[in-house]
């Protein structure tokens, strides 16, 4: 099953919009816990990504403070790209132990898929869901014109998908006790 396609802006006009509004209202009462839920749990991830940079870098909550001055005007990207460097500096500068660069770049992997993921829903066209479930998820201008990027939402994939932001959430904590053990020499 095909669950993505990129459509030019006119073959996106050409394919209408769903204008049966009780059809659409009773598909996005169905779907709205999920699209909730991704956001709930990216929000705790995001959340979560931030206290651990605080913990990387201070102990100290006048100066938490004065970081987060910082962090709250920094995008989940941002914050991403510095924690993983805080964990590369932790892993460049500390005896060998179980955390490699390899697992760092694995997690980034992992949390970059995750804003993705997120974006999609956070971003998506819900009110012009296409008659087969597809949405728009993202608009891109490139040299041929204007494309759409859309992306086939049912139940099983919005399951999938809030499992996953809940599995690297898990993922993210499990990592940061290890790589704080490892900073710590407790390793």
């Not at 006009?13 to 999920?34: C, K, N, S």
């Not at 956001?39 to 940079?53: K, M, Q, Y």
């Amino acid at each position: 099953m095909d669950t993505e396609k990129l459509l030019s802006k006119r073959q996106a006009d050409d394919a209408g919009d769903w204008t049966d509004d009780p059809e659409l209202g009773q598909y996005l009462e169905e779907i709205a816990p999920y699209i909730g839920y991704i956001i709930i749990f990216f929000n705790s991830l995001e959340d979560l990504t931030t206290h651990f940079i605080r913990e990387c870098i201070l102990r100290d909550p006048d100066q938490d403070e004065r970081l987060d001055v910082f962090l709250a005007d920094m995008l989940f990207a941002g914050k991403c790209t510095a924690l993983m460097h805080l964990y590369g500096q932790v892993v460049e500068t500390t005896a060998p132990g179980k955390v490699t660069h390899d697992d760092v770049n694995s997690l980034e992997r992992t949390l970059v898929e995750c804003a993705k993921r997120r974006n999609e829903y956070a971003h998506a066209h819900w009110i012009g869901l296409r008659e087969d479930a597809y949405v728009r998820v993202k608009s891109q201008s490139k040299k041929r014109g204007l494309f759409y990027k859309y992306r086939k939402f049912d139940v099983a994939r919005m399951e999938a998908d809030v499992a996953f932001l809940r599995a690297s959430t898990n993922e993210l904590e499990a990592f940061h006790e290890r790589i704080m053990d490892q900073f710590y020499g407790r390793a």
